[in-house]
């Protein structure tokens, strides 16, 4: 009708983070995006940069990702400055069969520290399907990233290798960092050597392992999963005991002379007991 009040249109998406990729000219930043679903190709605000949208689903959640490309031109520094203001989150790019790229990381680094200091970023090694060419070894790239607390991945967008895995990897990383503790946490996928433990020993005891027609090494590796398994419950038990006893040493008679013993005395302070 036409006096209904008509419905505010329903959001696409859950949660909305802006992304920025950095990194020298030419290491494939425009590589990485070419392949994404959903968005715009250029930027709505200015031709120094390429920007994209895509929508990722993580943990059930709809998260709308905002991806600006700065170009790695000096005279596109002023966007970076801009950009990075808002910026959730930061992918740094380099050419694995570049070492020029790779080592100019530093610059980048301290130009996004400058304006948006504590913001997430991952290193991205890009171009992985080139490793016959490769410039930088793996071993170098985790280091530097682990020496700036950069999550890693090395990307292939020819073979889309990697490219959702890091998105996904810093969209934890920056939901983490504004307080979304369900959504960064990872879901653990149970191996299936504990789901095997975890199934026999709910159907057994310790002490019926050894019993069981298993190979040596089998039976060691159950006992000490029924064994953790014990004591975490066990220690859950004593500590509500342990409440429960403080409550009802809070509440019996002080043990007198002529009274009955402490230990078999049951009446509360404030109850009558006939003599």
């Keep these: 009708m036409a006096g209904e009040p008509s419905k505010p249109p329903e959001k696409q998406y859950d949660y909305l983070l802006k992304f920025l ?26 031709s120094g940069s390429a920007y994209k949208t895509t929508t990722i689903l993580l943990d059930g959640k709809r998260v709308k990702l905002q991806l600006w490309d ?4 000096g005279r596109f520094c002023t966007i970076i400055r801009s950009y990075s203001r808002g910026a959730q989150g930061v992918l740094l790019v380099y050419d694995i069969t570049n070492r020029w790229s790779f080592d100019g990381l530093d610059r980048w680094l301290k130009e996004v520290d400058s304006h948006a200091p504590g913001v997430p970023k991952v290193l991205v090694g890009n171009r992985l399907h080139l490793a016959f060419k490769r410039k ?13 607390s950069m ?9 889309n290798f990697n490219i959702h895995e890091s998105f996904c990897e810093l969209s934890r990383m920056a939901l983490q ?12 996928v149970l ?3 504990e789901l095997c433990c975890r ?10 392992i050894e019993q069981l027609p298993l190979p040596t090494c089998v039976k ?9 398994s014990t004591n975490t419950q066990q220690f859950r038990y004593t500590t509500n005991h342990k409440k429960h006893s403080r409550k009802l040493r809070l509440t019996s008679i002080p043990n007198t002379p002529g009274s009955m013993d402490s230990r078999t005395s049951c009446v509360p302070r404030n109850s009558c007991a006939i003599s």
């Design 136 to 148: 930088v070894s793996q071993r170098d790239a985790q280091l530097y990233a682990n020496k700036h």
């Design 199 to 208: 199934a026999i020993v709910a159907r057994t005891t310790v002490y019926s």
């Design 70 to 73: 700065t170009s790695g031109q």
């Design 177 to 188: 960092r504004n307080g979304m503790e369900r959504l960064w946490r990872s879901n653990k």
């Design 191 to 193: 191996s299936l050597q």
């Design 21 to 46: 990729l950095v990194g020298d000219s030419d290491v494939g930043k425009q590589e990485i995006l070419s392949d994404l679903d959903d968005g715009a190709l250029e930027s709505p605000f200015c």
């Design 151 to 159: 999550a890693f991945f090395e990307v292939s967008p020819l073979c």
């Design 220 to 228: 060691s590796h159950l006992k000490s999963y029924a064994l953790t």
